[in-house]
């Protein structure tokens, strides 16, 4: 990598002047004196700041126009906070968490040496970044792997329940899945059906603004995501993320209700159709459910899958021949998502028909992604119940995919797939 | 159809207690005396209530228990406001409005004597259904066709397009797209793209619920599209559609901007990212935009499509085998609707490569909906700008579908194609 990584134009020019390398530790003068170490920069934004890692773990965008001086520092240690390798000692009095790294922003770190986005390793490393995560609770870390989540395959699903499947029976009082954001509703889905059960809340956390930026919404996540896990009393799939733009509340989203949906935000996660879950305000926790989250109580793991299904999002001019192949190359399952209350075009009927003749299970959802279907409402509604299409209620399209890999992945009895499409396992149906 | 159709337990008993029959002309006492029509139900609701067409053309629901008497009126003539046949009259001092009619709820009655749903034939028929209307604007209107909007395809378009194509030169001040919700925003967008420059506003207005049922949206849609296209001063394709639950306000929204974003509410319509572009509030209209609907001032119609045009909507699991399937069968573009800032697994990276050699245009939009792409921040968006995918900024995915389709109507030119796709048109871009 470049020694100036990522900085451009004022900011590089900036730099070069004086002399300073991404990765010095550094002195500045502005409206007060700042220690820290120049960081690397992986978005493009403006040349008008430079980020610099504070000793707390924290990092600030500096506006150049306004830092007054600059000097190398000698007597802070280059990398310090990296490579010290001090143990953590457990406090006995504090919960123990478990944290499972799977990549992504938020468990990362930009290596100012190489350039390169490297898993957070260690418990110290976690600890030296968000000092305040010690003094809630014992965070235990794993890393599973390091994906960003676009690149989450069903495999990692399985992965990831096989590993959290050990520790039913552990002192943690809950587990962390630090997770990339893009698919982060997928994997929080099929670990909601395949652990259905399991005893203690488990929370996937992950963060819109990646790290090299001052605005990084990982630390607050984190912390928020380790108060509920603590303190709710609870159990359950949830995602745990900024409510909305500002800093105050984290909100935890029940896994088989949410959906990313804002690219960038950093209040990106919405419950769809209703409050989140939980809420942490200023320390505290607000319930606004009453519900249990799984509708058993025993923890029984079905950590099986089938990737053949299909998501089939019908617009006008949507070819019905593209069915055709779906079906043609042995698909065990289709989700529509179908236009309002649950239709697709007559122009599909002939190889709906053929579908269901070959018993496979097509189940319908909504492109609205909020409220019901309901087919008995219009005669086309009407049509593709008598052709065995069967309404998936108000189960979310892209949930509805992962319930169906679920279930086909256990069962392979049309009757036994419908039966449980229909049944509520982990809160994926509200009424 | 039965003489009770729609009708079961208690509300049938009723009816067949008291030898009324679904057409037939009543008076009731209840809170005060309605005198109307008996009519039909089609949506499986509850069995409490009857449903009453009264003189003015609206209709109430009756809760059967608060009923202390009902019988037949002979007074009232069986079916007189339908039948009757009087010409409207066109009141020199009010604004002409043309009203082309497509199918779906909004353009229904249902025939008591028959059950089939028929579409609105004539200005009467309209005018006596929705009395207010002849004091706001003469209204004419011209039948299309009648399909539920599930069934309305690309072919549609072109019909309603080559059809509004003639009016640029005429004296209406506007023109009403009566439509069915479901496919809405698709045709909205259509006639935005290939009708750009169009002088004189055009509203789609479509019901949520069906005229059969007390809580119809249809007759304050329909005012409030005619106060907006004789009011507004502007032009454009809009969606007029209650704003939320409340009778008070008609949101108008921009035709390339808006979704369905609700399968059943009567505020389902929203403008995504940002507020609605006019509304109309107790009679006024107020405009929440200062931009210019077009980017092009004189009116250029290029009423063309191609339907070879695939959405591809990416999750965990998706097969790039299914792309290869799009590829095999000479689509001519490829809209993803990708995760998060816009991406898809590397998986299909392969694939991708192959659709870029053969020239299909490859545009990326989001499946958070809100937000816009952003293909520069993240490793995996840079790989896939290599491999020729196009960032399609803000445009909503299945917007982008439907444009793609008018871009590549008009041209086969790679090129042309990706400039066209990015070139701003019917603020179907924000910024």
Same mark, same amino acid.
């Given at each position: 990598? $470049? ?211 001052? $605005? ?216």
């Amino acid at each position: 990598m $470049s020694e100036y990584t990522g900085y451009n134009g004022n900011s590089l020019e900036f730099l070069k002047s004086n002399k300073i390398l991404v990765g010095d530790a550094v002195k500045i003068l502005a409206d007060i004196t700042y220690s820290g170490i120049i960081m690397p920069r992986y978005e493009h934004t403006d040349d008008k700041h430079i980020v610099l890692k504070l000793k707390s773990g924290y990092n600030i965008g500096l506006e150049i126009s306004k830092i007054k001086k600059i000097e190398k520092n000698s007597s802070v240690e280059k990398n310090s906070s990296v490579e010290k390798n001090s143990s953590v000692e457990k406090n006995g009095s504090l919960p123990n968490i478990l944290l499972l790294s799977t990549g992504g922003t938020i468990a990362s770190k930009i290596d100012y040496r190489t350039g390169a986005v490297t898993p957070i390793l260690t418990a110290e490393e976690l600890n030296s970044s968000v000092p305040e995560l010690s003094k809630i609770a014992n965070i235990e870390t794993k890393v599973l792997f390091s994906e960003y989540s676009e690149n989450i395959m069903p495999d990692h699903w399985l992965k990831i329940a096989e590993t959290v499947k050990e520790y039913s029976k552990s002192d943690y009082s809950g587990i962390i899945i630090a997770h990339g954001t893009d698919t982060m509703h997928y994997t929080s889905s099929y670990l909601s059906f395949s652990l259905a059960g399991f005893p203690i809340p488990i929370a996937l956390v992950g963060s819109q603004r990646s790290s090299d930026r001052a $605005s990084s919404d990982a630390a607050l996540n984190l912390i928020g995501a380790v108060k509920f896990l603590t303190e709710s009393k609870t159990n359950g799939v949830y995602i745990a993320m900024h409510q909305d733009e500002n800093d105050e509340t984290i909100a935890c989203h029940i896994g088989t209700r949410v959906r990313k949906n804002h690219t960038s935000k950093r209040g990106a996660f919405q419950t769809v159709g209703n409050n989140p879950a939980f809420l942490i305000l200023n320390n505290k926790i607000h319930k606004n459910i009453e519900k249990k989250f799984f509708a058993i109580n025993e923890f029984n793991p079905k950590i099986k899958i089938n990737e053949k299904v299909a998501l089939v999002k019908y617009h006008p001019g949507y070819n019905p021949d593209l069915l055709k192949n779906i079906i043609d190359s042995g698909y065990k399952a289709i989700i529509f998502e179908g236009t309002g209350l649950g239709h697709i075009g007559k122009n599909m009927y002939p190889i709906v028909k053929m579908a269901n003749e070959k018993g496979i299970f097509m189940g319908m959802t909504s492109q609205c992604i909020d409220g019901r279907v309901r087919m008995t409402v219009y005669e086309s509604g009407r049509d593709l119940l008598n052709l065995g299409i069967i309404p998936l209620e108000n189960m979310i399209p892209e949930i509805a995919v992962v319930k169906a890999m679920w279930v086909t992945g256990n069962t392979e009895k049309y009757d036994e797939i419908k039966e449980n499409m229909l049944k509520q396992v982990a809160s994926e149906f509200t009424t």
